[in-house]
């Protein structure tokens, strides 16, 4: 059986953008896009965890709102349970530190760029809010 990952993703929105983040060349799934975000620690919330990793990962301060999704996908590597929420960015700009690049998109762009399949379902979710 393979190991299952819990992650959390963050969808956030500035001026009506979302920030979409490339994954570096060095981890899984190099130069496939993502929400921003990590592994849920130990004694954390997924709330928790989200607010962690932005501001290791991105340098920035979020505030963490509505729950988008949880979706889960099986990779190679193990099983990932992946909790998207959209997050609203209180200070800072993302630095990068473990991604290739990140791009603000608006919702009718988001599907033109190559999604880690996790994040897919997300994705589609996002833009069909965005459309109605």
């Not at 932005?54 to 190679?76: A, K, M």
């Not at 033109?112 to 809010?129: G, N, Q, R, Y």
Request: charged letters at 20%; proline letters at 6%; a negative charge.
């Amino acid at each position: 059986m393979k190991k299952q990952i819990n992650v959390v993703g963050a969808v956030i929105v500035r001026d009506g953008l979302i920030l979409c983040a490339q994954r570096g060349p060095g981890g899984a799934l190099p130069g496939m896009w993502e929400f921003p975000g990590g592994k849920i620690e130990a004694g954390e919330t997924p709330r928790d965890a989200l607010a962690r990793e932005i501001t290791e990962e991105l340098e920035c301060e979020v505030s963490v709102g509505e729950l988008i999704t949880t979706t889960t996908h099986e990779y190679d590597f193990g099983v990932v349970v992946l909790t998207t929420f959209y997050c609203e960015l209180l200070s800072g700009t993302p630095v990068l530190t473990e991604h290739a690049e990140v791009r603000w998109l608006a919702p009718a762009e988001l599907s033109s760029l190559e999604w880690a399949p996790a994040d897919i379902p997300a994705v589609a979710l996002i833009e069909k809010a965005a459309s109605s």
